[in-house]
């Protein structure tokens, strides 16, 4: 091989050394890239992976407050179903009230005064104001259970008053006999349903919407007294008024809670603690002659009760 061969040869061996070197760094470059490529495409995934994560949580974050929202929305068309249910059944039920009732400066002149009458002078046999203001009869129609009605002026509480043997029933019975919160207005069981017990016990529900005995709680303010002083019960025997004497907050165990008094000393004491036991001094005298009616119902939180005490005038 000439001189020359030689020198073409080493320089294709040289070229090729050259190439071979020239690519083991072309083919090592590619492989650190392809690990970077790798290391992007995974952390890409990752980074896919935790936004569908915080889309999914996002999302039933979302689903959530929706389903919260509608069953509280439920709730409350549900609750305003039921107090408007009530409230127009017993808006019905007005109808049946014919007459504005008779305040005490209003009787009669001639008529018996239990205040002014002479000692040993008994009361006519009549009730001093006939019961023609409420159509007890139609009302009965509706409820057998039904014995009169019972009305503050001025105020919401206008419901016919119901007397039966459950406590509970009437709890959550509208007066006719729908299932509903509102309940109804209603005499203790234990108690006459003419009202002839010396202390009768009246029961309604302190509700929301200012319903039924919802307004006894601005009794505890000495100003709403002065404006609304008695309480109208009509029952068979004749249209009845009763002057509030007291008014407090009491619990379950209270002695305003007790009955079957006869006109004794104990039925003097009981009297002289209700009257003691009120908020503010009305200045309305109570004695063993006197029978009592007391309104209950329960305070905003349902922990005590609301109770006024009222005397019988006519």
Request: aromatic share 10%.
């Amino acid at each position: 091989m000439s001189t020359q061969d030689q020198r073409r040869t080493g320089k294709k061996r040289s070229a090729g050394q050259t190439t071979r070197k020239g690519n083991g760094r072309s083919a090592g470059s590619s492989r650190q890239g392809d690990r970077i490529s790798s290391r992007s495409r995974r952390r890409s995934r990752e980074a896919q992976k935790k936004r569908q994560i915080r889309f999914l949580i996002a999302g039933l974050a979302v689903g959530l407050l929706i389903c919260l929202l509608a069953f509280s929305l439920y709730k409350l068309v549900s609750i305003f179903l039921v107090y408007n249910s009530a409230d127009r059944e017993y808006d019905n039920l007005k109808q049946y009230v014919l007459e504005e009732p008779i305040t005490p400066d209003q009787l009669p002149a001639g008529d018996f005064d239990p205040d002014t009458a002479e000692e040993g002078e008994e009361a006519p046999a009549q009730p001093l104001v006939p019961m023609t203001r409420i159509d007890l009869d139609a009302l009965r129609k509706i409820n057998s259970e039904a014995v009169g009605w019972i009305e503050i002026p001025d105020t919401v509480i206008s419901y016919p008053l119901l007397h039966t043997g459950d406590n509970s029933y009437y709890l959550s019975h509208t007066f006719e006999k729908e299932k509903n919160r509102n309940g109804s207005i209603f005499i203790e069981s234990s108690n006459k349903d003419d009202l002839s017990d010396l202390h009768t016990i009246i029961y309604g529900h302190n509700m929301k919407s200012g319903s039924m005995f919802a307004d006894l709680k601005n009794y505890l303010k000495k100003d709403y007294w002065k404006e609304h002083p008695y309480v109208y019960i009509d029952l068979a025997d004749g249209a009845h008024c009763y002057e509030i004497f007291s008014f407090h907050e009491a619990d379950v165990s209270d002695i305003s809670y007790t009955i079957g008094y006869r006109a004794d000393d104990v039925y003097a004491d009981f009297l002289s603690q209700l009257s003691s036991s009120s908020l503010y001094d009305t200045g309305v005298s109570v004695g063993t002659e006197d029978a009592v009616v007391t309104l209950s119902t329960c305070t905003n939180d349902g922990k005590k009760r609301i109770v006024v005490h009222a005397k019988k005038i006519y």
